[in-house]
Each structure stands twice: as C-alpha cells, then as structure tokens.
C-alpha cells in the first residue's frame, strides 16, 4: 500500500468526507473526488471500467455512500499518517475537496481545470468554491494541525 507521501507524487488530491456527523481525511486520485463519473464521462458505462472503476460505484447515490466508503478505506489519512507529511510542500498538504454526506454539501478548493463540483450524484446536492478547512469541526481541525 503506498503511504501518503507516494501518493501525493503520483498526484492525489487531499480531501475530508464527512457522513454520520464523522470526518475522515482521504488521499485520492482526483476521478475518485467527482461523485457523479458517469456524468463526467458517459461512455464509462459502456466499457470494463463500468464494474471495475470504484468497485462499480459510479454516482454516489444514498444508497452507494457507504459502498463508495468502504472502496475507499484504504486512502484514509490517519493524523500520525498526516504529521509525517509535514516536510511536503504547503500546496500538495492542502485541503481540496470537503463532502458533506449528511448535508450533501460539495465544497470543491481545486481551482484547476476540472470541475468536479459540476458532477454531482442528483438535484439535492449543493456545490461551492471555497476552502475546505472552514468546513471541518474544530475538533478534527486539531487532531490533524489543519
């Protein structure tokens, strides 16, 4: 399994989820931070990558959160994990991505040429440019320095 440091060189994005009132801190690549793949790119559903991509996960629905979180538990950041990294570069160890599941909040901080914050899982969703730190507890905020 790569550590975060290899990750962060291979191009993963940091980014915190929020689901059940909890915060979890993730690196990911960033296809894996666009909630609705299947709107950002349609002819996924046609292909191998349609089952293989996410564990099949390709718009995070209700009903696929916790499905889309257990893929993903093994890019969870732990704060020791996090600490380590403090010889990174302040660019590579920001936040860029916060998704609040309880409140379907997308608070997109990657201001690059992808918009991830335009695909989301339905109507419900709400999407913003902002920085993602603000959106953290407190509490998280310091048990990871942000």
Do not use: H
């Not at 059940?20 to 292909?47: Q, V």
């Amino acid at each position: 399994m790569p550590t975060l440091l290899e990750k962060l060189d291979a191009n993963y994005l940091l980014g915190c989820i929020k689901y059940r009132e909890g915060y979890a801190l993730y690196a990911l690549p960033l296809g894996w931070w666009i909630l609705n793949f299947t709107k950002y790119d349609p002819a996924i559903t046609s292909g191998e990558d349609a089952t293989t991509f996410r564990n099949g996960v390709l718009n995070v629905l209700d009903a696929e959160i916790e499905r889309f979180l257990q893929v993903i538990e093994s890019d969870k950041i732990s704060p020791a994990d996090y600490m380590l990294a403090v010889n990174i570069p302040a660019d590579d160890r920001r936040l860029c991505f916060f998704v609040d599941f309880d409140t379907k909040l997308y608070i997109n901080g990657y201001l690059e040429n992808v918009e991830p914050e335009a695909y989301l899982p339905d109507d419900n969703w709400r999407a913003e440019l902002g920085f993602p730190a603000d959106y953290l507890s407190q509490e998280f905020r310091t048990e990871f320095g942000l």
